[in-house]
């Protein structure tokens, strides 16, 4: 089966996916349970959604910047879909990244370093109040980028 | 080192006042002289000048006579004693406690300059002398942990990546906001506001509780086993250092809020995010093998918060003191 291309509908499906069924056995491995149960309480709970952007896709891919939107309600992801350059989306915070470092992400960089060295950046949304939820947000980063996808070289390589 | 107390009597000991022949010991020690300081004296000395807090200039001229060289430390006894000494268990809680500060010091260095841009020109001065200080601790613990632990790396990054395995997830609570914090301040220099959100984080919070907590555990350790010597030398130098960086830090902090009261808003805010991020642990973290326990470690967190916001003279929202009395925060591994 081919893997969808980064940044697709099928990819933002399968993403969709991965957020329901959580981190895998082997990221939980070694943390205690309850950070897990902090982690299942706030995904009970959470109310607000995000846009991850991405700068600079190769053109092969789509336009830039894109988006993926996640929508959070009721425990489940309620939303998640593309939004390219010129559709508007609403999200309660709104991040970017180069398309390197997305890459980097699923190539096994991990997400805790993608957000302390600024890697991905908040462009929107109230710092204090995202950060929250960080803990929630950085292993569900790491899902993200584990879904596997086509991730194409970057022109000029 | 003569004398070898336990390493959280001082915990029941509570404040006490310094004599001039301690201050001058702790002021005026050059590095060879600083293994002799104790460093329950320096954590003290952070404290001495919070209740009458110099001024920026002040700051800067102690920094010129406490400066010290990180590459006139020798290593060569803390190899021996890292390796033929520390059990295995006392080696890899030190790691467990020490690898957050590796990645801290790396962090407050780089996350500094931004404040500088919105600062007073006597406050950038001092900065400008902060950043050199986390610049040097950072290479102390470069060396550290490459001619004591025996990491290896073509470079600083390549040793920060090889000790981050060590490093609790929870680190990016206050150390990822920071980064994010320092992004906000890159894109408003001079947005007051965001400038005490940030403060409060770096000044009070990491460099005030977090920092202090850390080395007293690690270091109270190597004094109490007459261990790592050098790492005593240069991590209680760095403890020093500190204490510039923390007294600076008040001293903006206050001096925000009492040019205008309702910036005690942004620091209530920005304690409310920590305090929400500090009731939960990743790993289990042993303390024992260092002579410590976790209610011991958390009592230590406290004491450190309590008296940075009594000396400075903070009062704290009854939410917040409401937080601080449900969450047991833990390390968040520096």
Known sequence: ?157 | MTERKSPTAVLHEGPRALSEEQVREIEDSDLSAVLNVDIDDVIEYVHKDLKSLPDFTTLYRRYLKQRWDVYDLDFSQDKIDWNEKMTEAERESFMAIASGFHHGERQVEIELPVFMIGASEEEKIHIAAQIEDEARHTVFFDRFYREVVGLQGADIMEILDASFPWVSETFVGPFGLLAYQADEVRRNPYDERARVRYGTNYFLWIEGVLALSVMKVTLSYARWRGFLPAYYTGFTATCRDESRHVQGGMRYLQDAVRKDATMINEFHATLRTILALSGVASREIIYEPLGWTLGEVRMLFFQQLRRKLNDVGIDLAPDIEKMLAQVQPVLAGG
């Not at chain 1, 992801?77 to 593309?82: F, G, H, K, T, Y």
């Open chain 1, 1 to 157: 089966m081919t893997e969808p291309k980064f940044y697709s509908k099928e990819w933002a499906d399968a993403v969709r996916d991965a957020l329901a069924a959580g981190p895998s056995a082997s990221a939980r491995a070694g943390k205690l349970q309850e950070y897990w149960d902090l982690f299942e309480f706030i995904k009970g709970v959470y109310p607000a959604s995000w846009a991850l952007g991405c700068r600079d896709l190769p053109a092969e891919l789509r336009d830039s910047p894109a988006y993926l939107v996640v929508r959070w309600g009721g425990g489940q992801v309620a939303e998640c879909q593309i939004s390219g350059p010129d559709e508007p989306f609403d999200a309660s915070y709104v991040l970017a990244m180069d398309y390197a470092d997305w890459k980097a992400l699923h190539e096994g960089y991990d997400a805790q370093r993608t957000v302390m060295y600024r890697k991905i950046l908040l462009e929107h949304g109230n710092l204090l109040d995202f950060f929250k939820a960080i803990y929630f947000f950085v292993e569900c980063l790491g899902v993200i980028g584990a879904v596997p996808a086509y991730y194409p070289e970057p022109a000029g390589r």
